[in-house]
Nanobody, 113 residues
């Protein structure tokens, strides 16, 4: 099983991006799906997550700006990011949690004027 995040890029402050995470291979049923990010010189942090039951949680720094969603049938994960700020610049990763963690390859988001 492999996951690949996509949708990153260069955007100006205040702009928007939509990240997607898709998998190849037989993706197991997940109990949690999340978006993480890692900025240069910083530890990887949870940005947003969604449980199998649909409950969501967000880092305080992105509440009200980011929205996590999923396509259960496709087993795809999305992150709508609005009102982006320079401090959102990071490599964004998706992770699916089943009986084990499946990490996707990251996608770089750069917020700069």
């Amino acid at each position: 099983v492999q996951l690949q995040a996509s949708g990153g890029g260069l955007v100006q402050p205040g702009g928007s991006l939509r990240l997607s995470c898709a998998g190849s291979g037989r993706i197991p049923a997940t109990r949690f799906m999340g978006w993480y990010r890692q900025a240069p010189g910083k530890e990887r942090e949870l940005v947003a997550g969604i449980t199998a039951g649909g409950s969501t949680n967000y880092a305080d720094s992105v509440k009200g700006r980011f929205t996590i969603s999923r396509d259960i049938r496709k087993k795809e994960l999305y992150l709508q990011m609005n009102n982006l700020k320079p401090e959102d610049t990071a490599v964004y990763y998706c992770k699916y949690v089943s009986g084990y963690d499946i990490w996707g390859r990251g996608t770089l988001v750069t917020v700069s004027s």
